[in-house]
């Protein structure tokens, strides 16, 4: 059964920052703003882009991202029975990816449990334009907030952000709330574009990525300046080594990744 619900037990994302922000800023492309402020930016970005959302990630990296995902996917391993977390799911690709897998070793292991992936992103448009593209039994579609996760301690198997984590008000936060709503030894799997380690690589993709990929988002989209943001966002976003490090200092053990297209993008696995 789909579903897409707003907790009352919980605050909104905007709210939740203002409370525990206490004047902090955050960036918003290459502009520092206040934090409760970025909240309320990035969701109308994801606002704007909603219905050309997957289109645009097809033409932006020609398909590429299929790959990417589908080896988190494949990394995350979703078994019978397992409750996982899609944060910032979006559109429901990871989601969908996951409960084709989570079936077939449900299948393989003669299972007759499903798994549970709850589909979970703070913006009303993502996860409509997710349920429009069709559902899965195993799927439920949730809007809540990264930072202040509508769900138990404790309480999961698994835990993915695809393309997401980057665009919270205060990223330290949304790997403490992911740490918190895992069991011991749960999976924590974060895939996000990163920083290429080539010299020659950077200078192509800084090129492309600034000069082409706005330029997409005006002609597919009709929206030049929320692809701005997105490029803006991903130079912003700390390294590879960095990010690594904010997830051991949020508590997760064996933090680790791997560079996909030579640190264009990476996946970063550690265990709850």
């Not at 997401?164 to 069991?183: C, H, P, T």
Request: hydrophobic residues 40%.
């Amino acid at each position: 059964m789909s579903q897409s619900q707003i907790s009352p037990d919980h605050l909104t994302p905007a709210d939740a920052v203002s409370a525990a922000s206490g004047g902090k800023t955050s960036t918003f492309g290459f502009r520092e703003v206040d934090a409760t402020e970025k909240v309320n930016l990035v969701h109308g970005v994801f606002k704007n882009v909603a219905s050309k959302y997957d289109v645009m990630n097809d033409v932006m990296s020609a398909g590429v991202h299929h790959l990417w995902k589908d080896a988190a996917c494949a990394r995350l391993n979703p078994q019978p029975g397992e409750i996982i977390v899609d944060c910032a799911g979006g559109t429901g690709d990871i989601a969908r990816r996951l409960a084709k897998l989570a079936r077939h070793a449900k299948a393989r292991r003669g299972s007759d449990k499903d798994a549970q992936i709850r589909v979970i992103d703070y913006n009303q448009a993502m996860i409509e334009a997710g349920i429009a593209r069709g559902t899965e039994p195993e799927l439920t579609w949730t809007v809540g907030d990264a930072m202040n996760l509508p769900l138990e301690d404790q309480s999961i198997d698994a835990y993915i952000i695809s393309f997401g984590i980057r665009n919270v008000a205060d990223v330290s936060q949304a790997l403490r709330e992911a740490k918190r709503v895992l069991k011991p030894g749960g999976r924590f799997l974060c895939l996000e574009f990163s920083h290429p380690k080539s010299g020659v690589i950077a200078s192509v993709y800084d090129a492309y990525a600034f000069k082409v990929i706005p330029f997409m988002g005006q002609m597919v989209a009709g929206d030049r300046e929320s692809y701005q943001y997105l490029v803006e966002s991903i130079k912003r976003f700390p390294d590879q080594d960095r990010f690594r490090d904010m997830m051991t200092e949020a508590g997760f053990k064996r933090a680790t990744y791997t560079n996909f297209t030579g640190g264009v993008c990476a996946l970063h696995h550690g265990w709850a």
